[in-house]
């Protein structure tokens, strides 16, 4: 088994699955504005809207890797322009912190990530969940965490 949790080639048809926790007023406006703009973004990123990046706890994350994730994404407003003052900074340190304890699992770290999107930066969100895709399908399927379906 790979430091990425993949345990041998990944078929060349297989498509990752991702799981994206979306805050309502900024990263979900930015990727409704994607798709009102008619831009195309893999179909494989599912995602989940929240009030804010802030309240993902990380046991969502966990449950996502758990029920078939390959990669996860939390977004939200970019440090500052949070609707609740401070919750992006919380997103960031505690993902950062959990970033690391899921490497420490064997988790390689490019499987979950942290980024900021406004609701205006539609072109960001096609753009961040087209490369986390790409990186995804490179490290091929997650068996790490996952539960036995």
């Known amino acids: 088994m790979g430091p990425s949790g993949a345990t041998s080639a990944p078929d060349p048809d297989w498509e990752p699955n991702i799981v ?13 504005l994607a798709g009102l703009s008619r831009m195309q973004y893999p179909p494989n990123v599912k ?12 046991q969502f994350v966990l449950r996502a890797f758990q029920k078939g994730a390959d990669g996860v994404l939390v977004a939200g407003c970019h440090p500052g322009d949070c609707h609740y003052a401070t919750g992006n ?9 959990f970033q690391r304890l899921l490497e420490f699992s ?44």
């Open 89 to 97: 900074y919380f997103t960031r340190r505690r993902f950062l912190l």
């Open 47 to 58: 995602l989940i809207r929240v009030p804010c990046s802030g309240r993902a706890n990380p």
């Open 20 to 32: 994206g926790f979306a805050c309502n007023w900024c990263t979900y406006a930015g990727a409704d």
């Open 106 to 149: 064997g988790i390689d770290p490019r499987r979950f990530q942290a980024r900021w999107i406004s609701g205006a930066e539609a072109p960001k969100f096609r753009d961040v969940v087209t490369q986390m895709a790409e990186e995804v399908k490179a490290l091929g399927p997650n068996r790490k965490l996952r539960e036995e379906l």
